[in-house]
């Protein structure tokens, strides 16, 4: 069910906020490896990391950002005129998620520039535990004919 409609980015509501959830599993993980060729022992080799201060295998940074798209995603469902994300801004990974992990992405709309058709959002991820694992500032523009 979308969160609003319309088809301009005055449409757009600032503050619009969003939350969507996730388990972060084996499968999540190797599967991201074998897409993207990273088979870095972090990620696939236990008996490693149970040598590190990690302790247990930890998610790509990327995959974890990949999870985010879930929130720009639910935001603008509805929204009548073709949506691009330009990108990531200001990525952070403050803490390791680890394979099990539930993490609770928020994406929140946070201003509009009508002359550049951009929209920026606030996107911070959060474990099961609250404790933030990853923030960004993501940026889209609106197509228009």
């Not at 691009?84 to 928020?106: A, E, F, M, N």
């Amino acid at each position: 069910m979308p969160v609003f409609s319309g088809a301009t980015i005055h449409d757009i509501p600032i503050g619009l906020s969003v939350t969507g959830s996730k388990t972060v599993s084996e499968s999540d993980i190797y599967l991201f490896a074998g897409i993207t060729g990273d088979f870095d022992p972090n990620h696939v080799d236990e008996e490693y990391c149970r040598k590190t201060p990690l302790g247990h295998r930890v998610a790509h940074g990327a995959l974890i950002i990949g999870y985010m798209s879930m929130g720009s995603t639910r935001a603008l469902d509805g929204f009548g005129a073709p949506v691009v994300s330009l990108g990531y801004d200001h990525v952070r990974h403050t803490k390791p998620v680890y394979i099990g992990d539930t993490i609770t992405v928020r994406y929140t709309i946070t201003s509009i520039d009508p002359e550049r058709q951009r929209v920026l959002a606030d996107v911070q991820v959060t474990n099961q535990r609250g404790e933030t694992v990853a923030v960004a500032t993501h940026i889209h523009k609106v197509l228009s004919a």
